[in-house]
């Protein structure tokens, strides 16, 4: 990002996880150059079954969702505290959940897009929630 300070990077953030009894939650950022592709990069977070369990797919919607602010929140802090990233032009002001209005997701569209936009950033869900729907989905 350092070597292309004159174009716009879209960081965006975004999780999912797979529907088995003891689910991982790939964690992605994606920089995206518009019109030019971009990187991601993935954390997968594991839990051992005495930390958490999810008994419902509610659950683990609100643990991607809930994961994915806390490190939007850490992540937007280092980028505006970081002398070294002074000269980066970004946009980084979304979290995309992988929910939609279709589907069995759709009855929570409003509690999940409050809980981002109480956070300080804007929701995009399905079908224009790529980081979450599309990235992270690869990696479940």
């Known amino acids: 990002m350092t070597a292309s300070p004159e174009k716009v990077f879209e960081i965006t ?14 964690l992605v ?37 809930y994961l994915s602010c806390e490190f939007a929140l850490i992540l937007r802090e280092r980028l505006l505290n970081a002398p070294e990233l002074k000269t980066i032009n970004y946009d980084f002001r979304y979290i995309h959940a992988d929910i939609g209005e279709q589907g069995k997701t759709k009855e929570m569209v409003k509690e999940v897009t409050g809980f981002i936009m109480a956070n300080g950033f804007e929701p995009k869900i399905k079908p224009y929630s790529y980081a979450a729907s599309v990235v992270a989905d690869r990696y479940t």
Do not use: M, N, T
């Open 13 to 26: 953030v975004g999780c999912d996880s797979p529907s088995s009894d003891e689910p991982f939650f790939p």
């Open 29 to 65: 950022v994606v920089a995206l150059k518009k019109g030019e592709g971009g990187r991601f990069f993935i954390k997968k977070i594991r839990y051992s079954p005495f930390e958490k369990k999810f008994y419902s797919w509610r659950q683990r919607i609100l643990e991607e969702v």
